[in-house]
């Protein structure tokens, strides 16, 4: 199943570097997600878009830059990070209707490190 | 009061055995909601849909209580292979419960 697909799989970076996550869905999903999941802590929503607008930001430091230049992409440009930004970070989308929200697929994820 | 609550366990059952897990919500916008199982170190990945107020497949029943607004998975007959954890997704929400640890042991 490549229905959503995440790239690079393993990211090591320093805190001075800038890197950017891929994501891209080939499900004709019209909204996408970025959750971070540090070592054994739940799911933590970050960004949500909808029909490429972001709709949802959950208080992320600006260190984190999502962008969606289409419905099938999504990215997370990511500059000066600290070692508490080390974990998985995984992207996800579905279908949204007005009244039912579809489930939602994950890509593989993309671990990150940060020293 | 958080969003979704999930009883983190971990629960450590025999082969065989029958678990259930709840997960309380508070707010309802629509009309699903979802079991997922996330293996370690694994992205999550979908076990059952519910559009109604349950659902059954196999082993795995599904149930939803709108009144006390919580969700429930039902495994029945565990195999070692259904170690993982299970996170619920509460109707119209985004947000994921902290996750039930299952662990079957043989």
């Known amino acids: 199943e490549t229905g959503v697909t995440q790239t690079p799989r393993h990211l090591v970076m320093g805190m001075t570097n800038k890197k950017s996550l891929k994501c891209e869905q080939h499900l004709g999903h019209n909204a996408m997600y970025w959750y971070k999941q540090s070592a054994k802590k739940p799911l933590e929503l970050m960004f949500v878009?909808?029909?490429?607008?972001?709709?949802e930001n959950n208080s992320v430091p600006s260190r984190f830059s999502p962008e969606c230049p289409n419905s099938s992409h999504l990215f997370l440009h990511l500059h000066t990070l600290q070692p508490e930004d080390s974990a998985l970070y995984l992207c996800a989308s579905s279908q949204e209707n007005r009244d039912v929200n579809t489930e939602a697929f994950f890509g593989q994820g993309t671990r990150l490190t940060v020293v | 009061r958080k969003e979704v609550e999930q009883d983190p366990g971990p629960f450590n059952v025999p082969e065989g055995a029958t678990v259930a897990f709840n997960c309380t919500y508070s707010?309802?916008?629509?009309?699903?909601f979802f079991w997922y199982r996330q293996d370690c170190r694994k992205e999550p990945k979908l076990l059952m849909s519910v559009y109604s107020s349950g659902n059954e497949d196999g082993r795995f029943t599904a149930q939803l209580n709108r009144a006390s607004q919580y969700i429930s998975l039902l495994i029945r007959d565990s195999k070692l292979s259904d170690s993982a954890t299970y996170l619920c997704v509460p109707p119209g929400q985004l947000t994921f419960g902290s996750g039930t640890q299952l662990t079957v042991l043989p």
């Open positions: 707010n309802s916008a629509s009309q699903s």
């Open positions: 878009y909808n029909f490429k607008e972001q709709t």
